[in-house]
Every structure is written in C-alpha cells, then in structure tokens.
T-cell receptor, first 115, second 115 residues
Framework: AQSVSQHNHHVILSEAASLELGCNYS??????LFWYVQYPGQHLQLLLK????DPLVKGIKGFEAEFIKSKFSFNLRKPSVQWSDTAEYFC?????????????WGLGTSLAVNP | GAGVSQTPSNKVTEKGKYVELRCDPI?????LYWYRQSLGQGPEFLIY????????DSGLPNDRFFAVRPEGSVSTLKIQRTERGDSAVYLC?????????????FGPGTRLTVL
C-alpha cells in the first residue's frame, strides 16, 4: 500500500532560520506530489505541486521543493522563515495509475516560528 | 461561490444516530472529494465524485458511510448508526476537473463528535 512519511512532527524555529521538512513516499511508479499548508484557523491550501518537468518547483510565499525520484523524496524548503509561516504542513502523493485520484497524506508537520 | 463551503461546521450526536454532512463545491468544479481527518493525522481519502457519479469510493470505511451528489454540485456524506470512532473532521474538496495534478480546494470541514 502507498504511504507518505513526514519525518518531523514538530519543528520550532526562530525567524530568519532556514527550513527543510522531509517527505518520503512509497510507490514505485509515477507520482504527482503536493505540499499543502494549513494556517491557524484556516483551510488547507496548496503551497506547491510537482507532476512533471523540472524537479525543483517553486510555490507561494518563497517555498520550494525538490523531487528526487531515486530517493522517493519531495522535501520542502524555505531559506528564511517568518513568524507568519507558523502552520501545519502536509505532504501528499497521488499515484498516477489508471483512474486513481486519491491523495495519500502524511501525518503533517507542525511548524512554530518564534519572532 | 467564492470557495468550498461545508455545513454544519460542528455536529455533536449520540452513538447510533444518523448524520448528514453537506458540501457546496466551487461553482463549475466537476470533481469533488471527501476526506476524514482525525486528531494528529493527515486527511484520509473517503470518496471521489466526477460529476454525479462516485468514481472511487474505495476509502469509505464500511457500509455505514454513503455519499451522494445527485446534480453534480452539492454533495452529502451520510453516516448511519454513528460510532465514537467516527469522530473526526470531515473535509470536502473540489477541483476544476478530475486531472490528478489539479489543485484541490478545501472547505473548512465539519467537526463531528459522537458521544
């Protein structure tokens, strides 16, 4: 069965620190990859996605992620975090097989940025 | 509409009762998804509609759960004989088509508590 693993459940950083959140998935075929964010009191919203092409994708608010196929990874990065980045971050994977539309999600990483 | 809406925002019910949760997707979105999110977990796929039909209901946990989308817009998730383990936030999402790389737009969720 497909699964998604997010390595860090809780991360605490100071403003201007660099961020890297790990995401690994288990599926041997072609995938679409997503990072979603949930700010306090708000809905889940898309940060960025990868489905083909350049494995380094850029999203909103200065976030980027790199797809490394050989490592089954899609880590999220930001060079300098802000207090407003405090949120829950979810990695999700869709296995491109037939008519599959399911997103399989990681447990999420709670990020707290101290001002 | 401006975004995905879900009603009610909170539902408290007693074990054994029947509940209905409603989702209004973004106008014109043909694809609609239901997820369930328990505390400390990522969303868990339940069912996907393309238009009026359930294209994938493999995530429904058992036959107490059923969902409909009779006119291809609003969807209702129905849970019979509720159990305490059904307590969770039920999320609805919609996208402009069934393409797997399309962004899913999420609603605020319905928090279901089964006493």
């Amino acid at each position: 069965a497909q699964s998604v693993s997010q390595h860090n459940h809780h991360v605490i950083l100071s403003e201007a620190a660099s961020l890297e959140l790990g995401c690994n998935y288990s599926y041997g075929g072609t995938v679409n990859l997503f990072w979603y964010v949930q700010y306090p009191g708000q809905h889940l919203q898309l940060l960025l996605k990868y489905f083909s092409g350049d494995p380094l994708v850029k999203g909103i608010k200065g976030f980027e992620a790199e797809f490394i196929k050989s490592k089954f990874s899609f880590n999220l990065r930001k060079p300098s975090v802000q207090w407003s980045d405090t949120a829950e971050y979810f990695c999700a994977v869709n296995a491109r097989a037939g008519n599959n539309r399911k997103l399989i999600w990681g447990l999420g990483t709670s990020l707290a940025v101290n001002p | 509409g401006a975004g995905v809406s879900q009603t009610p925002s909170n539902k408290v019910t007693e074990k054994g009762k029947y509940v209905e949760l409603r989702c209004d997707p973004i106008s014109g979105h043909t694809a609609l998804y239901w997820y369930r999110q328990s505390l400390g977990q990522g969303p868990e796929f339940l069912i996907y509609f393309q238009g009026t039909g359930a294209a994938d209901d493999s995530g429904l946990p058992n036959d107490r759960f059923f969902a409909v989308r009779p006119e291809g817009s609003v969807s209702t998730l129905k849970i019979q004989r509720t159990e305490r383990g059904d307590s969770a936030v039920y999320l609805c999402a919609s996208s402009s088509s069934g393409a797997t790389y399309n962004e899913q737009f999420f609603g605020p969720g319905t928090r279901l508590t089964v006493l």
